[in-house]
């Protein structure tokens, strides 16, 4: 196959030509990655608390929030990506060449979290028990990912035999709360204070899965 270069009427100049003569003078507007991650966001406004914002229920934390907010700005533009919660940005108010970043608060939770699953997990969660809610603590939401994901292998698995089903093996700790979720509450547990309840759920750890605050 012969390709012919097309000749623009007027310029007499092939636009190929042209177009390299052009880019030698004016390099060409480009993006780095950082760059389309920031715009290719979910804009939604949000009010700065204790250095925090709130997107459905996970909580985003960042320094420079809590400077703002000092500095008598209490409302700011939180920019959102639905396919990965980990992280969200913020347009400063004064600076808009400038964004910060917040990490979320349950990074094992968040880690490649997307909206949906993150909603999906919300609507499990609200089916649980009180008492069940509470023994979790913090690690609800973890746990109830832990789940739906069991859950979708197994339906996946129903529907096409021949694929392989593989374990999802839970952390030891969250072995063992749920098999605590599953036995009647002991005597001890009873006669347990609230205030001791809440001291002996916030010592619960998962060691690797150990949720850590952001300290940038």
Not at 12 to 26: C, N, S
Not at 28 to 56: E, F, M, Y
Not at 63 to 90: Q, R
Not at 193 to 201: D, E, L, R, V
Request: net charge positive; hydrophobic share 30%.
């Amino acid at each position: 196959m012969v390709y012919q270069q097309t000749i623009h009427s007027t310029t007499k100049r092939a636009p190929l030509i042209v177009w390299q003569d052009a880019i030698e003078h004016t390099k060409p507007a480009s993006l780095t990655k950082t760059d389309a991650d920031i715009i290719c966001r979910r804009p939604t406004d949000r009010n700065i608390n204790h250095g925090q914002v709130i997107i459905d229920g996970l909580s985003y934390f960042s320094h420079a929030l809590t400077t703002l907010k000092a500095d008598g700005i209490k409302k700011v533009t939180v920019l959102v990506d639905d396919l990965d919660l980990s992280k969200v940005y913020i347009i400063h108010p004064d600076k808009k060449d400038l964004v910060i970043q917040a990490d979320s608060t349950q990074p094992e939770y968040t880690y490649n979290l997307s909206r949906s699953v993150h909603l999906e997990v919300q609507k499990r969660k609200k089916l649980m028990s009180e008492s069940d809610r509470q023994r979790l603590g913090k690690h609800a939401d973890l746990y109830n990912l832990y789940q739906l994901m069991e859950d979708i292998q197994k339906d996946l698995v129903r529907k096409k035999p021949k694929l392989k089903q593989f374990k999802i093996e839970l952390p030891k700790q969250l072995t063992r709360l749920e098999s605590e979720l599953t036995s009647p509450p002991s005597n001890e547990e009873l006669t347990t204070t609230p205030h001791q309840h809440s001291a002996q759920q916030s010592a619960v750890s998962f060691g690797s899965l150990k949720v850590k605050r952001n300290d940038k």
